[in-house]
């Protein structure tokens, strides 16, 4: 089996974009302001706390985008929002030949709005499927991987579908690759980039639309209800999670590679095969020689790992995650369902997780009276 996980950034290239990051901040922020809760409630003029639109104008600066818009729902209602700006009812949009993200599917479903599958991996056929399909109004690419066998670049792919139609409007799923990836989406020619802030150590619900301001223009005009205001306090805390979240992404991706290093190298009694993927974050796939999969996952979490995620990768999730490979991952091999564990350090190291998942695996090959 081989994988294709992202290229990610080093904790040197991290750092840099922390402190890019802080600096942005300074510059929209006086630091008596940054060191409050942020405001509350609809401000004249802006039609949202103010706080919320210093941080809206911080990440675009960052992100070098025209607009960024905080809205609730997180990478799903981002992602929502997203779409209805240039999609209604009916129309037809291109995504790559892999099962959707569930709750993609779950939005295009809603608004009815018809995806038009195409591979991603084929410069041909993308062009071929866009010149067979002169109605479709535009394009949905998730950054990190669908499938197992994913590859693409995400630079060719938006050069490959705007050299077919220049017109298509492209928008970019960059959960689990925002502050992992040195650019997402938006700063590669789509026109949309959407993510989860919960997912980058923020506040639970909140997401971050960035791109093209004419159509961010159109999303504020969809969500103009007070109620449905990303409030001052919660961009605050958005903001400072962000702020984090490169440094420790770029720790737990150095733990991932020494963790399939050591693995690999037989350190761990019961392991055929270690694996680095985006699946959708990345994490390590573990292939045991046994199919025992449901009793190392029991034993992982007696042994004090996290048995499934909060908001993946949230700030609420310390332990390492040892849960099921996800089923749109099996699609192409389902006889691994029962042999692979999914591990995510998260904020632990190499050997916390090497001793839980040896006890683990320890334990679902002996009696309870061996091991007690």
């Given at each position: ?8 950034m ?6 840099q974009?922390?402190?890019?990051l802080?600096?942005?901040m300074?510059k ?9 809760l942020?405001?509350?409630?609809i401000?004249?003029?802006?039609h ?11 990440l675009?600066?960052f ?7 905080l809205?609730?729902?997180?990478g799903?209602?981002?992602?929502k929002?997203?779409?209805?700006s240039f ?13 959707i993200?569930p ?9 009815g709005?018809?995806?038009?599958y ?9 062009h ?5 399909n002169p109605d ?5 690419i ?5 499938k197992?066998?994913d590859?693409y ?16 409007k492209?928008?970019?799923d ?7 990836a ?6 590669l020619?789509a ?10 150590l923020?506040?639970?619900g ?14 504020e ?6 109620g449905?205001?990303v ?5 605050l ?9 490169p440094v ?12 399939v290093?050591r693995?690999n190298q ?7 095969r270690?694996?680095l993927a985006?699946?959708q974050?990345?994490v390590v796939?573990v292939e ?10 029991q ?5 004090g790992?996290?048995?499934h995620?909060?908001g993946?990768e949230?700030r ?6 040892f849960?099921r ?10 006889t691994?369902?029962n042999?692979?564990v999914r591990i995510?350090?998260l ?9 839980i998942?040896d ?11 061996e091991w007690?």
């Amino acid at each position: 089996m081989k994988t294709n996980p992202l290229k990610r950034m080093s904790i040197e290239e991290a750092k840099q974009k922390q402190f890019e990051l802080v600096d942005v901040m300074t510059k929209y922020f006086c630091g008596n302001e940054a060191l409050s809760l942020g405001d509350l409630g609809i401000v004249k003029g802006s039609h949202k706390p103010l706080y919320t639109v210093k941080v809206e104008k911080t990440l675009a600066d960052f992100f070098h985008v025209e607009k960024a818009m905080l809205v609730r729902g997180a990478g799903t209602g981002a992602l929502k929002f997203g779409l209805m700006s240039f999609l209604k009812p009916g129309d037809h949009l291109l995504v790559h030949d892999a099962p959707i993200y569930p709750t993609s599917q779950t939005t295009l479903k809603i608004m009815g709005v018809a995806p038009i599958y195409v591979n991603f991996h084929d410069r041909q056929e993308i062009h071929r499927v866009i010149r067979e399909n002169p109605d479709l109004k535009g394009v949905l690419i998730q950054h990190t991987r669908q499938k197992l066998d994913d590859h693409y670049d995400l630079v060719e792919v938006i050069d490959h579908i705007l050299s077919a139609n220049p017109a298509l409007k492209i928008i970019t799923d960059d959960n689990y690759a925002a502050m992992k990836a040195e650019q997402i989406g938006a700063q590669l020619g789509a026109d949309l980039s959407t993510f989860s802030l919960f997912k980058l150590l923020g506040p639970e619900g909140i997401g971050v639309i960035l791109g093209r301001a004419a159509f961010i223009d159109k999303i504020e005009e969809i969500n103009y209800s007070g109620g449905g205001q990303v409030q001052g306090y919660e961009a605050l805390e958005a903001l400072r999670g962000l702020i984090y979240a490169p440094v420790m992404l770029a720790i737990q991706a150095d733990v991932s590679d020494e963790l399939v290093q050591r693995l690999n190298q037989g350190v761990v009694q019961g392991v055929k095969r270690a694996y680095l993927a985006n699946a959708q974050s990345k994490v390590v796939l573990v292939e045991l020689m046994k199919p025992i999969v449901e009793k190392v996952l029991q034993h992982a979490n007696e042994l004090g790992a996290a048995p499934h995620p909060v908001g993946a990768e949230s700030r609420y999730e310390v332990v390492p995650m040892f849960y099921r490979v996800s089923s749109t991952f099996l699609s192409s091999n389902p006889t691994l369902a029962n042999k692979m564990v999914r591990i995510n350090p998260l904020r632990s190291g190499v050997e916390t997780v090497l001793r839980i998942l040896d006890n683990s695996i320890r334990r679902a090959t002996c009696n309870k009276e061996e091991w007690e």
